[in-house]
């Protein structure tokens, strides 16, 4: 349930001395966590992370001023003891902690935070971290009157600007390794592509437990390059692995059945798995196909003509729900509960169709040219899930003449044609959802932004429905009262239910195995699912890796 508080603005945030958590006496420091990443990271550079594999890395590495409680929803302090947003949601001043250091041994101050929040917000990085921050055009100004003291003022109000900091690792603005040195738990040790990331213990960490030992627990995580989620349950089960942080539905019941204490379902998340259509202009693909993917009467047709309600109940075995929209329902207070329910319709698909110029061959159809409508679909290569969703559309858009092709890359090459060549024509990927606050959303939603996958980067928007969602998601980021944030954040969904840029399919459960040898672990239904709290995760007595010996 969201806490409704937590949507507000706090404006004074403090805690007198250091942080402590409880300690596990039955379990053992030490020792070394393994679990997978579903491809290689993209990037070290927190500031550019826009992949959940890189994603993954700087949650473990990246030390932040807040952290969100994943589990309570509640902000917490981190480096920062305590931070003060002014009235107009311009303003953040914080008081950072004092005598700490990077994991290189290099001492942090004011001057880290400064150069990180230059560095995001400079337009030149292109940062996807960075866009959440930008609600108008304009400097921003940062102060650091002491080395523990830093104000940030941002040329316009940033709507929940301090739960934003939660993604923002900072960088040190003097040690030689850069990215490299870090302030979290956990530091980049070795990296061989293709193969494992290995994260050895930040010694100079700042946290305790209350027993006033130093954490993390563990000496070092081992993410292994595994993007076949097959071959990783059947790891799990061998005892290679100790969690999968997030299971495919049909591995869930399976393992449930035969390990019941090592499946967890923490109930309907925040993320979505979608569709969209490539409509960046210099796309090498025909032109006329370039005219069917701008049609809305085209997108909603493909919209109506997918068997969501099946989706669900084949591919996910009951642990799905049809999506809607950008917002989950679970997401109580920002979903847009006026949206009408996604329906599966083919017969209406067709009259949309008809309406722009399609018409059935016999079993065919074909656009106003006498073009076969025909596509190639790309989705990630090993996720069994996201296949087998490409071979029920196929099916359920075989009934109203349209002939999908699918092709299965590799992460690094699929992310290739969607961000740099456009060499692809539909895509199915999914979006991990970290933030309850549709601010989050702004790398994806402004016409200029990276993550805009179906036609990203633009100069201006190239339709006038993009121009009214650029509008609206700079005015709810620059307001601080909810009931109007909440009132513009409705009408962008009712756009893109209207537009249906990306065809929303399902929003899946939270499901992850975690092995009964990992302590303290607390499934969460916001990402990171089962290893939020690795700072605090101990490996017990018996340290069998995965559900059994």
Not at 122 to 128: G, V
Not at 374 to 398: A, C, H, W, Y
Not at 476 to 491: H, L, Y
Request: net charge neutral; with cysteine; hydrophobic share 40%.
């Amino acid at each position: 349930m969201i806490r409704r508080a937590f949507l507000f603005l706090s404006l004074t945030i403090t805690m007198c001395g250091p942080a402590f958590v409880a300690a596990q006496s039955t379990a053992k420091s030490g020792g070394e966590l393994h679990f997978c990443l579903h491809g290689e990271p993209k990037t070290f550079n927190p500031l550019l992370v826009e992949d959940s594999q890189s994603e993954i890395v700087r949650y473990l590495t990246g030390g932040v001023l807040i952290r969100l409680n994943r589990q309570t929803q509640a902000l917490e302090p981190a480096l920062a003891t305590s931070w003060k947003t002014t009235p107009d949601g311009r303003t953040i001043n914080f008081h950072l902690r004092t005598g700490l250091y990077f994991s290189d041994g290099t001492p942090f101050t004011s001057e880290d935070v400064a150069f990180t929040v230059k560095s995001l917000m400079d337009p030149q990085l292109h940062s996807p971290t960075g866009d959440s921050f930008r609600s108008s055009d304009g400097q921003v100004s940062v102060q650091t009157p002491t080395a523990d003291t830093i104000t940030v003022t941002f040329p316009a109000p940033v709507a929940g600007l301090e739960r934003l900091f939660d993604q923002v690792a900072i960088l040190s603005a003097h040690s030689p390794k850069k990215e490299m040195a870090v302030l979290g738990p956990f530091y980049v040790s070795d990296y061989t592509p293709g193969s494992y990331v290995l994260l050895r213990r930040n010694s100079n960490y700042w946290k305790k437990d209350k027993e006033g030992k130093p954490l993390p627990y563990l000496d070092s995580i081992r993410l292994d390059i595994q993007n076949n989620h097959d071959i990783e349950i059947l790891r799990f089960r061998r005892g290679e692995i100790h969690m999968i942080n997030s299971l495919d539905a049909d591995l869930f019941d399976r393992l449930q059945k035969e390990s019941p204490a090592a499946a967890h379902d923490a109930g309907p998340s925040l993320d979505s798995e979608f569709v969209w259509f490539n409509q960046v202009p210099t796309a090498g693909f025909p032109e006329y196909k370039k005219v069917w993917f701008r049609s809305t009467e085209f997108r909603k047709a493909i919209s109506l003509a997918i068997n969501r309600v099946d989706l669900a109940r084949i591919v996910y075995a009951g642990h799905a729900r049809p999506a809607y929209g950008p917002i989950s329902p679970a997401n109580h207070f920002w979903f847009n509960s006026a949206l009408p329910a996604p329906k599966y319709d083919s017969a209406a698909a067709l009259r949309l169709l008809s309406q722009a110029g399609f018409h059935l061959d016999g079993e065919t159809l074909r656009d106003s040219s006498g073009n076969r409508v025909e596509f190639t679909l790309i989705t990630s290569t090993g996720n069994k899930p996201r296949e087998q969703m490409v071979t029920m559309i196929q099916q359920d858009l075989s009934q109203i003449g349209i002939k999908v092709n699918m092709v299965t890359l590799d992460f690094p090459s699929l992310i290739e044609r969607i961000t740099r060549t456009f060499d692809y024509e539909a895509c199915l990927l999914g979006f991990t959802n970290n933030d309850l606050d549709p601010n989050s959303q702004m790398n994806v939603w402004l016409s200029s932004a990276e993550n805009h996958q179906w036609n990203p980067k633009q100069s201006k928007p190239a339709t006038p429905w993009e121009a009214e969602i650029d509008r609206l998601m700079q005015s709810q980021a620059s307001s601080t009262s909810d009931k109007k944030r909440k009132a513009d954040w409705d009408r962008v969904q009712q756009i893109i239910f209207e537009q249906q840029p990306f065809i929303y399919l399902i929003n899946r459960d939270a499901m992850s195995a975690i092995s009964p040898a990992v302590i303290g672990s607390a499934p969460s239904v916001l990402d990171p699912h089962a290893f939020w709290n690795a700072d605090v995760l101990r490996l017990g007595p018996d340290p069998s890796l995965g559900a059994q010996k």
